[in-house]
């Protein structure tokens, strides 16, 4: 097969899921955002913590979204955005005068390490990079960055997750966990 025959494609789209599904999907990830939001502009408002960053969002499509997907699970979950988010923050810290090569090494050794660790979860890759590129606030939380907003958000994200994906009788949620 030639390279550009590659690109073709060999199968069909899936179907479209039943409105069921995406009923379950649209209200696990309202629910799941809006905890972790609610967090963010009014328990944490007054302080120098932040609670939600923009990785959560591609989160919430794999874990209400994708549930069956290996990438959704809450090994990967937890796993990929924390292992992520302290690599981001290494990164950030040892070449904050070349962005350039600290956002790049950031993603780069996150994928490494989630694969190596067997907790590839896509988001995780730009939490690593919000560790590097994120506003002040951001930068000002150091290491903690890694537990809040990241561990302590993608767990709300998933006790969400757990509660809503198992409230139909179609859906069962986590595929597993370790």
Known sequence: MN???????????PPR??????FWSWLGAFLGISAVSFSHFNLLA??????????????????YGAIKSP???????????????VIGVFCYQTFT???????ALAVATAIAV????RTLHPPGGATALIAVIGSAK?????YLYAIIPVGLGATIMLVVALLVNNLSSKRQYPEYWF
């Open 71 to 85: 990438l959704a699970q809450p090994r990967n979950l937890l796993g990929g955005h924390i292992i992520s988010a």
């Open 46 to 63: 007054q302080s120098d913590l932040v609670m939600i960053i923009g990785s959560f969002g591609a989160s919430a499509v794999l874990i």
């Open 114 to 117: 989630m694969l190596v660790t």
């Open 3 to 13: 390279y550009f025959g590659k690109m073709k494609g060999f199968t069909k789209s």
């Open 17 to 22: 899921p039943p409105l069921s599904e995406v």
């Open 138 to 142: 951001v930068h000002a939380l150091g």
């Open 97 to 103: 005068n070349q962005l350039w090569l600290a956002a």
